[in-house]
């Protein structure tokens, strides 16, 4: 049995690639979790989206080469 990793996308990235490794881990288009993340973004009270990015881009690991 394969067990699935989180990872940074090193293909599907805008900024650090934290939306296409998302993505890639849910099968689902990054584009909709990026448009997710901005809509929660801009409905959550101050910087909860920004800061959230933030420490995912810290976390999660980068993809291997």
């Known amino acids: 049995m ?3 990793k989180l990872y940074r996308s090193r293909h599907n ?7 296409g490794g998302i993505g890639e881990y ?3 288009d990054p584009t ?5 993340w901005v809509v ?6 101050g ?7 933030i420490i995912c881009a810290l976390i999660i690991p980068e993809q291997p080469a």
């Open 2 to 4: 394969t067990t699935k």
């Open 13 to 19: 990235r805008m900024l650090s690639g934290v939306c």
């Open 26 to 28: 849910f099968d689902l």
């Open 32 to 36: 909709l979790i990026r448009l997710g």
């Open 40 to 45: 929660f973004s801009v409905f959550s009270a």
């Open 47 to 53: 910087f909860g989206g920004l800061l959230a990015y």
